[in-house]
């Protein structure tokens, strides 16, 4: 008898009961807005700042609206124009190469290894092409963080973090978004914290810091935050850099706070399913598994392996016989951009040169998330699922 998966790929958990009851408060009092404060009040999003900047170690925090956001903020206040060139990650999300996009930036792509994370042989052939690395690390894979950073320093290229998927999570002790001049973080539903729409930014750098604020929409109010360099950093800064509005409001930043508490025992709780998942797939005919340096913590909120070299069709009849057992796999090597994978070349506002070695790890690339909502005997059976299919694909195509 054949076994099916019934549970949803993109169920997460409820917020948790603290984060109900603070957004109820806020909702209670209507101060909605982090600038409408009572005498003696502090903002729900200026106490986030304050915690979160804590507990990465950073000096400043800024909250914003959507990880998106906080990435183009982190781009102008970088100094990126019209025009410039940026360096970014070929294996990422469209809201990287978009985020360059909207503030008029033409990304120059630099190729993913099998293991997932950007190729710094190639980074370094390109690192003359731009003053600015947008860095994704990409489902939670994390680079060697040292030789990168030796590499840009070297080269005078500023390197901007997207820890999207990488909150939580670190590099040699270091945490992920402490290493470039700027992190950004997203608190979308599918990200490591939920309040729907969200979006943080992490820097030691005073200036950079007061001019993210100043482009967030603080208006002349930014000594009413926690978490932002000094007043004196913003004398001419607040003259020169505009209002481009992107805040984040107190109901959000309200929901976000007890999760942020419960970060750490929510990593454990994801690497767990992770590791429950790569134990059943270990030795898979024809699967590659992804490895994990030792100097990597990762906070694993989904699960990649590799089919590498495997034909178009028979890739596509592994994805059609797991999801016909109720196991949603994503392709990044498809041809069309479809659901949250797409590839460099679909981008077609921003031209691309072919990346043969990379085109043949995409091309391999399957992806799934793995909501806390599952137990580690879901994890076991989703392996078990998609052992059984790559091997019965895999040996009908030798
Ligand atoms: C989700 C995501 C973002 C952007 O976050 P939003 O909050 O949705 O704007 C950036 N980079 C990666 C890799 C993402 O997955």
């Not at 914003?64 to 903020?73: F, L, Q």
């Not at 694993?300 to 196991?327: K, Y």
Request: charged fraction near 20%.
């Amino acid at each position: 008898m054949t076994e099916n998966f019934t549970g949803s790929f993109t169920q997460q958990e409820p917020i948790p009961e603290a984060g109900i009851a603070a957004a109820n408060a806020v909702m209670q009092h209507g101060r909605l807005h982090r600038y409408n404060t009572v005498d003696g009040e502090i903002a729900e999003a200026a106490l986030l700042e304050e915690e979160f900047a804590a507990s990465t170690g950073a000096q400043f925090c800024l909250a914003v609206a959507s990880g998106g956001y906080a990435m183009t903020t982190a781009l102008r206040a970088c100094g990126v124009q019209h025009g410039d060139q940026v360096l970014t990650n070929a294996f990422t999300l469209a809201p990287v190469p978009g985020a360059i996009a909207a503030v008029g930036g033409v990304p120059i792509y630099v190729g993913v290894t099998e293991d997932l994370v950007i190729d710094l042989d190639d980074l370094a052939g390109k690192l003359d092409q731009a003053k600015v690395l947008l860095l994704s690390h990409m489902r939670g894979h994390i680079c060697d963080m040292r030789r990168l950073m030796a590499m840009c320093n070297a080269a005078g290229v500023t390197v901007i973090e997207d820890c999207a998927h990488t909150m939580g999570a670190q590099w040699d002790g270091v945490p992920s978004g402490r290493w470039g001049k700027f992190g950004c973080y997203s608190t979308q539903t599918y990200k490591h914290i939920n309040s729907g729409e969200g979006g943080l930014l992490i820097s030691d750098d005073a200036e950079g810091m007061a001019r993210a604020i100043m482009l967030s929409g603080s208006y002349m109010l930014f000594e009413r935050h926690r978490a932002a360099p000094p007043a004196e950093t913003f004398a001419q800064i607040k003259y020169e850099t505009p209002n481009i509005s992107g805040r984040m409001d107190n109901l959000r930043a309200a929901i976000l706070r007890p999760q942020l508490r419960d970060l750490a025992t929510q990593a454990a709780r994801w690497n767990a399913r992770y590791t429950a998942v790569e134990a059943g797939l270990v030795d898979t005919p024809g699967l590659r598994l992804i490895t994990r340096p030792s100097a990597e913590g990762y906070v694993a909120s989904s699960f990649q392996f590799l089919l590498l070299d495997w034909s178009a069709p028979a890739v596509a009849d592994v994805i059609m016989r797991c999801a016909q057992r109720g196991v949603e796999l994503k392709w990044f090597g498809g041809a069309e951009p479809a659901g949250f994978t797409s590839r460099y070349d679909s981008w077609r506002y921003a031209p691309s040169t072919p990346m043969p070695a990379t085109d043949r790890i995409l091309a391999g690339i399957i992806d799934m998330r793995l909501p806390l909502t599952f137990d580690l005997d879901d994890c076991a059976q989703i392996a078990r699922i998609i052992r059984a299919e790559v091997s019965a694909v895999f040996q009908a195509q030798t």
